[in-house]
């Protein structure tokens, strides 16, 4: 809502990003958009893959961040709505582009949820690009994607699933 209001109130164009999940409105100063990029959840000193977004919206759910320990036991904020538990999850990280930003951020969670046998269908079900890491290093990402790399997608373990 705020990158929109922007623009309606005379920005060419914007880029709004809270708590990592980023809203695009108008005109990006690129012609390939606003470069994201996506952090790698096992070396996040390098970036995944640099998207250009030239609108719409980008979150990623993370089980790597925010986390605790509890009765001895590492535990995430990611709770699976099915158990009331954390996610137990293959995926570390789920990165979504969507023509929203609510809806990016909605739909990486769900994603991260479904974990690695699953977050691939469940973007094309949606109709959206997702990019996912699971906790080995594997990198899976819709075929959507390609068009908007800037760069190529750093594969931690030379691994992809598309």
């Known amino acids: 809502l705020v990158a929109e209001q922007l623009v309606l109130d005379g920005a060419a164009g914007a880029l709004v990003s809270i708590g990592g999940d980023l809203a695009a409105a108008g005109e990006s100063p690129e012609a390939h958009g606003w470069e994201v990029e996506v952090e790698d959840p096992h070396d996040p000193v390098h970036a995944l893959a640099h998207l250009g977004v030239p609108r719409g919206g980008v979150a990623t759910s993370s089980t790597v961040s925010r986390r605790w320990t509890t009765d001895g036991t590492s535990v995430h904020h990611v709770i699976d709505p099915r158990t009331g538990a ?4 293959d995926l570390a990280t789920v990165t979504v582009v969507a023509p929203r ?11 991260l949820l479904g974990g690695s ?3 691939l269908t469940y973007a094309r079900d949606h109709r959206l690009e997702a990019l996912a890491v699971d906790h080995e290093g594997r990198v899976y990402a819709t ?5 908007t790399l800037i760069r190529p997608i750093r594969l931690p373990n030379e ?4």
Do not use: D, M, Y
């Open 159 to 162: 691994k992809v699933c598309i």
């Open 143 to 147: 075929g959507g994607l390609e068009p």
């Open 117 to 119: 046998g699953q977050v």
């Open 101 to 111: 930003a609510w809806l990016a951020e909605a739909h990486a969670t769900g994603a």
């Open 86 to 89: 954390p996610s137990a999850t």
